[in-house]
Structures are given as structure tokens and as C-alpha cells.
């Protein structure tokens, strides 16, 4: 597990929490605020495993990242 796919899971858990609490106030735009972090979370996650799965195939020494 690497730096990006923990920054990329702290992101949806935050995201989920201000869409929750966006709900309970009635607050509108926390839950898009919150929305858009957890996307945001996912798409950083992903990028954290994509680039874990070029380390484990060597690919990255290749590609000089």
C-alpha cells in the first residue's frame, strides 16, 4: 500500500462523512462538497494501484517515474 492509495481512501471516508452530514444539517452543498471529495478519493486510489501494479511489473524503472 502506498502514500497515494492511503491519501486516496482518507479522501472517501472524509467525503462520505461531510455527504452524511450534509444530509442531517439539510446542508445541499456539503453533500456535493462531499461527493466531490470521495470521487476525488477514488480517482487518487486508483492512481495509487495502478502505480503499485508498474512497480510489481517493473514497468516504472522503464518509464524512469
Same mark, same amino acid.
Given at each position: 500500500?502506498?502514500?497515494? $492509495?492511503?491519501?486516496?481512501?482518507? /479522501?472517501?471516508?472524509?467525503?462520505?462523512?461531510?455527504?452524511?452530514?450534509?444530509?442531517?444539517?439539510?446542508?445541499?452543498?456539503?453533500?456535493? /462538497?462531499? $461527493?466531490?471529495?470521495?470521487?476525488? &478519493? *477514488?480517482?487518487?486510489?486508483?492512481?495509487?494501484?495502478?502505480? &503499485?501494479?508498474? *512497480?510489481?511489473?517493473?514497468?516504472?524503472?522503464?518509464? &524512469?517515474?
Amino acid at each position: 500500500m502506498n502514500a497515494d $492509495r492511503l491519501e486516496g481512501i482518507y /479522501r472517501q471516508v472524509k467525503g462520505r462523512l461531510l455527504q452524511a452530514w450534509g444530509r442531517m444539517s439539510g446542508d445541499q452543498a456539503m453533500v456535493l /462538497r462531499g $461527493r466531490a471529495t470521495a470521487l476525488s &478519493g *477514488k480517482a487518487q486510489a486508483s492512481f495509487g494501484r495502478a502505480m &503499485g501494479a508498474t *512497480k510489481l511489473l517493473g514497468f516504472r524503472r522503464r518509464l &524512469g517515474v
